[in-house]
Nanobody, 126 residues
Framework: QVQLVESGGGLVQAGGSLRLSCAAS????????MGWFRQAPGKEREFVAG????????AYTDSVKGRFTISRDNAKNTVYLQMNNLKPEDTAVYYC???????????????????WGQGTQVTISS
């Protein structure tokens, strides 16, 4: 198993930036495809970005392309989400998650991820 702890959330103005981190402990971090998800009040949790085990492949939901960048440092057991040009609609609780399935596909479905952090609040003011 792997344990995940997010950090880096906060309150920023529209147009600002935040960098989220997710530190992993337990089983070898590089075994897992990692994803970032978010859940806004009254809405379903949604896929934001994902990164393959090596970091070579990345995927983003359309609404964050060009603004968010996912990366990972397997030596530090950490995955990051750099968020630039933030908008009020980015306000949500952000979760990191681990997918232990074999293969290089970055899956976007919530059931594919068996390990979840506790979430970190991101609030963007207009």
């Amino acid at each position: 198993q792997v344990q995940l702890v997010e950090s880096g959330g906060g309150l920023v103005q529209a147009g600002g930036s935040l960098r989220l981190s997710c530190a992993a402990s337990g089983r070898t971090f590089s075994y897992y495809t990692m994803g970032w998800f978010r859940q806004a009040p009254g809405k379903e949790r949604e896929f934001v970005a994902g990164i393959s085990r090596s970091g070579a492949a990345k995927a983003y939901t359309d609404s964050v392309k060009g603004r968010f960048t996912i990366s990972r440092d397997n030596a530090k057991n950490t995955v990051y989400l750099q968020m630039n040009n933030l908008k009020p609609e980015d306000t949500a609780v952000y979760y990191c998650a681990g997918d232990g399935a074999l293969g290089s596909n970055i899956r976007r479905g919530i059931p594919s991820y068996g390990y979840w952090g506790q979430g970190t609040q991101v609030t963007i003011s207009s």
